[in-house]
Every structure is written in C-alpha cells, then in structure tokens.
C-alpha cells in the first residue's frame, strides 16, 4: 500500500498470491469494482464457502460429482477425496483471507502462516 518493504508486507503478498490460486481471479479481475476486493469476494464466502468461489482446475473433475460410475466404493472413496480437497481449499482460503488484511497489524506473523499451512497439509494427508 505504498509503505517501505516489511515482512508484514510480503504476508500480505502470500495472502494476494494464496487468494489468487485458490479462487482463480486476479485482484486487478473486472468484478473488482468499488468497495469489491479479491479479499472481499473471498471473506464473504467464509463459513461455507460454495464450489464456485474455488479454481475449478485444482478439483479434479472426477471429483465434482461429475464422474459416472455404479461402484458404490468407488464413488465413497471419490466423495471423501473431494470434501478432503475441498476441507484443504478452504483452510488455504483462511490463511489468504488473513494474511491480506488491509491493516498491517490484524496480519498474522509467518510462523501462524506456517502453522495454517501446516494445518493444511494435515488435512490433506490426514494425520
């Protein structure tokens, strides 16, 4: 925002960048008009986020329900793999959504980024 580098500056930069590949919209994104931010259009989705405010090409198509199969395990392990995918979008949505608060101040430290992203990673792999 115009101030000398920080390290709570480049938060806000992982922020922006996480935002940007999670939802797929760039900030400069003709939708951003007014009062309308890609840090507004994300925090506004926030509890329950719904599929359309992710990038579609990081939910593998066979994933959204789109696939048709009569094996009922097959489409109980595809379900799972997607509410996962969707859990770890969503956290990584939350470390975005925090780290490009407008205010310096009300941005995490990158140790509570680290922790959000290693939050993330948990859900992935389950442990």
């Known amino acids: 925002m ?5 390290t709570s500056g480049d938060v806000y930069s992982y922020g922006i960048l996480l935002l940007e590949m999670v939802t797929g919209k760039r900030p400069t994104d003709s939708m951003f008009t007014g009062s309308l931010t890609l840090h507004n259009f994300a925090k ?12 579609q090409t990081l939910i593998p198509q066979d994933q ?3 696939a ?11 379900s799972l793999s997607s509410h996962k ?6 956290s990584l949505l939350q470390v975005g959504i925090s780290c490009s608060q407008e205010q ?17 990673k948990n859900i992935l792999l389950g442990s």
């Open 44 to 55: 506004t989705t926030l509890p329950e986020p719904m599929g359309r405010i992710f990038n």
């Open 64 to 66: 959204m329900g789109e």
């Open 68 to 78: 048709s199969t009569s094996i009922s395990s097959v489409q109980h392990q595809s």
């Open 104 to 120: 310096a101040t009300d941005r995490p430290d990158i140790n509570e980024v680290l922790t959000g992203l290693h939050k993330t």
């Open 2 to 6: 115009g101030n000398e580098v920080s």
């Open 85 to 90: 995918i969707q859990e770890c979008l969503i």
